[in-house]
């Protein structure tokens, strides 16, 4: 499974963006699906997954009330909806396929990095 993410940039604290991961193959809905992200110097971290019929969602605390994960599986594609950005999430976000666990080796398929960028 290839993973192709989009809806990176640079945004002020408080506003939002919208990621898109678009997988390439039909058996992309027989996966649970994760986002991670990862600071300069700092350890790939967990923000959230979804499980593969969409019905079940985890976030991690820090982000928790402020993201949403959700999916299309006719569409073959995941979403993270990010409001309220702090200047803390900025960050290289990383969709992945396999798990809905937040450890980043459960999970067999990673998409490419795509930048945030949140200023104060």
């Known amino acids: 499974v290839q993973l192709q993410a989009s809806g990176g940039g640079l945004v002020q604290a408080g506003g939002s963006l919208r990621f898109s991961c678009a997988a390439s193959e039909r058996t992309f809905s027989t996966y649970g699906m994760g986002w991670f992200r990862q600071a300069p110097g700092k350890e790939r971290e967990f923000v959230a997954a979804?499980?593969?019929?969409?019905?079940?969602?985890y976030y991690a605390d820090s982000v928790k009330g402020r993201f949403t994960i959700s999916r299309d599986n006719a569409n073959d594609t995941v979403y993270l909806q990010m409001n309220s950005l702090k200047p803390e999430d900025t960050a290289v976000y990383y969709c992945?396929?396999?798990?809905?666990?937040?450890?980043?080796?459960?999970?067999?398929?990673w998409g490419q990095g795509t930048q945030v960028t949140v200023s104060s």
């Open positions: 992945a396929a396999g798990s809905t666990g937040m450890v980043p080796s459960l999970y067999n398929y």
């Open positions: 979804i499980n593969w019929l969409g019905g079940s969602t």
